[in-house]
């Protein structure tokens, strides 16, 4: 018989596609009180139905709206998912408006969202800070010089963290995923080409796969810290993009 989890509420940014949606519906089976942050309100509506959470509808570089709708919640686990990554190209040819845009997101918001919620985790010894990173954040890989930086930040943020909140009890805890299938090089691509170029005769992780390993992280016992986790598919090299097609025998 496992032991009941020492957590009962969680919020999870980036909550309506991908590895956000599947994660609240993760944890929700788990029986966690579970806030759904995002944009979209219809999908927000349908995770409410589905599986009970509680849609926080906002922008999530607006850390003000999203305190406010949470005031006096207390939170056990942050899962900052939400990111971009809203152009690929080489630096020099970059709009300077989708580097403010990566960083806010990739890195800015998770910042200032640990910012309003651990104060609290501290005060009761009780928390979990998780963090979708990238191995976009671990290795070069062309044109995407921005959104790398973006990421690299926020896997140095968690080093660092862990280092403050030595003998606090809250854990942090980075997951950095190889090739998932989601949405995210949906507006960096033109036209249908993520699917094709990225996805089509591959075997990606699927983003049911990276909320098991959350929901795992999260159940083991206080005491241990599953600080960082890479995940890559079977199929690719984990020092970069190589990726092999599968062929059936």
Do not use: W
Request: include cysteine; hydrophobic fraction near 40%; glycine fraction near 10%.
């Amino acid at each position: 018989m496992s032991e009941p989890l020492p957590y009962r509420v969680a919020v999870v940014t980036g909550a309506t596609s991908g590895i956000g949606r599947a994660t609240v519906t993760k944890l929700c089976a788990l029986g966690l009180t579970v806030y759904a942050v995002g944009r979209n309100e219809g999908v927000l509506d349908e995770l409410a139905r589905d599986c009970g959470a509680k849609p926080v509808q906002a922008d999530v570089r607006d850390t003000a709206a999203i305190a406010r709708q949470l005031d006096g919640v207390e939170v056990d686990i942050l899962i900052n998912n939400a990111g971009i990554l809203s152009t690929r190209a080489t630096f020099s040819e970059i709009d300077p408006a989708e580097i403010d845009a990566m960083i806010d997101v990739n890195l800015k918001a998770p910042m200032h969202l640990t910012r309003v919620f651990l104060p609290g985790m501290v005060a009761r010894k009780r928390g979990h800070l998780i963090y979708i990173g990238s191995s976009g954040g671990q290795a070069p890989y062309p044109s995407m010089s921005a959104y790398g930086a973006s990421k690299a930040g926020l896997s140095l943020f968690c080093d660092n963290l862990r280092c403050d909140l030595l003998g606090t009890s809250v854990r942090v805890t980075e997951v950095v995923p190889g090739r998932v299938l989601t949405d995210l090089y949906r507006t960096a691509m033109a036209g249908n080409q993520a699917r094709e170029l990225l996805y089509d005769g591959y075997r990606p992780i699927q983003p049911a796969n990276i909320a098991s390993i959350i929901a795992h992280a999260i159940e083991l016992p206080v005491f241990v810290d599953v600080s960082r986790i890479e995940v890559f598919p079977t199929d690719q090299a984990t020092g970069g993009g190589t990726m092999v097609k599968f062929e059936e025998q």
